[in-house]
Every structure is written in C-alpha cells, then in structure tokens.
C-alpha cells in the first residue's frame, strides 16, 4: 500500500517534511552569516533585521500548527488521574519560570524595537553578558521550559513528530546558537559552558554565586 494512501501516515510525514523547512529556514535567517550577507545588501535597513526576522518566524508558523491541529491523527496516549494533575503543574511552572525569565532579558532588543530606535546598524546582538538566577542552573532556560511544555502534553501521531523534531532542534540548535555567543563573549561564555548544563538542569553542575561573580568581573574587563 502506498504510505500516501493513509492518511494519519500522509499527514505525519507532510509536518514532517514542513517543521524541517520551518526550522532550516528559521536557522539560516537567524544566522551571522545570513545578517551580514543582508547588512551589506541592504545597509539602511539594517535596524529592521530583527523584527522582520522575528514577524517572519511568526508567519512561517501558522502552516505546521495548522496541520498539527487540523490533520489526521492517530491518539497514542493522554495523561490521566493524577499523572494530569502532575504533568499540567509542571507545564504551569514552566510557564512562570518564562515569564520571570522576562524580567531579566532585554525585551526591546528582542523584539528588535531597539535597533529601530537607535537606528543600529551592527547585526551582532548588543546585549552584554548576564547571568539571571535560572543561568545558574541551565544555559537556555527558555529550551528547558519548551522542551517541558511539550511533553507534557496528551501525545497523537503529529504531536509526537512534532515533540521529537522540535526537541532535536532545540538540543541541537542551542549548540549552534552558543557559536554565536561565543563570537560575542569570548572566553567568558566558554568559561560559563564549563560550569552549566546547555538545555537539561543536572543537580551536580549549578553555578555557584561565587562563580558567577568572577564570570561577570571576566566580561566587565572585556569591556
């Protein structure tokens, strides 16, 4: 039987097929190589990069959320009892640990609204090197509270391709990010890579106040 026959099989392996064009896309617009190629194509628009990139990843998402709620589905297994109740406080807690995450990042420059304003033209982000309370315990906070949102949800057949794809991507996709922060922060960042998990909290590697302090003294006197 053709596989495209079925269509729980069809409609899996089409958001497949359309998380991998999302999140190949998604890479190569957010990467350096992409900014500068553009800055120089296009150097007065350069202060809108940002919030293009972000409003074009937005846009870019309704096609595999659409087939992800729209399509054909097999149910593989949904949460009961009190695995519901523990499964929905941990996605809760993972909802609050990113909106206190907020408080610590730069949410103008984020959103690119900053660039506008200062009309800047460098395409390296400007932020310096900070470390919010979740930093001592994981370097991508913001994955980890994704990753949990996403498995604690009752899982079908597009679900669970979703799941995995996504979760590859932060995993993987975190390790290309951090050649970035790297490029940004010099030997601070990897001094930092050396005392925290990336994307999994491990109660064996926190960074401890003492630490963290001399990381932040490190960044300052590269300043």
């Given amino acids: 039987m053709n596989l495209f026959e079925d269509a729980v099989t069809r409609d899996a392996i089409l958001l497949g097929l359309i998380w991998l064009a999302y999140l190949l896309l998604h890479s190569v617009t957010a990467s350096l190589w992409m900014k500068h190629k ?21 846009i870019t998402l309704t096609p595999p959320l659409w087939l992800l709620h729209q399509g054909h589905a097999v149910k593989l297994y949904a949460l009961e009892g009190v695995y519901f109740w523990l499964v929905n406080a941990l996605a809760l807690l993972a909802i609050g640990g990113f909106f206190y ?12 609204l900053r660039q506008i304003s200062e009309q800047e033209k460098n395409v390296e982000d400007q ?39 996504l979760s590859l991507y932060f995993i993987f996709g975190s390790r290309l990010e951090e050649r970035k922060l790297i490029q940004y ?12 998990p990336g994307v999994f909290p491990l109660p064996w590697k926190i960074l401890s106040p003492s630490k963290a302090r001399k990381l932040l003294e490190l960044a300052n006197a590269r300043k």
């Fill in 38 to 58: 553009l800055a120089r194509l296009f150097p007065h628009h350069t202060p809108w990069y940002r919030l293009g990139y972000n409003l074009f990843a937005l």
């Fill in 101 to 112: 995450s907020t408080r610590f990042y730069d949410s103008a420059e984020f959103l690119g």
């Fill in 127 to 165: 932020e310096t090197f900070k470390l919010s309370p979740l930093h001592h315990y994981v370097r991508h906070p913001w994955y980890f509270f994704a990753l949990v949102l996403i498995w604690t949800r009752d899982m079908n057949s597009l679900m669970m391709v979703t799941a995995i794809l």
């Fill in 185 to 196: 922060h010099g030997q601070v960042y990897r001094e930092y890579m050396r005392y925290v």
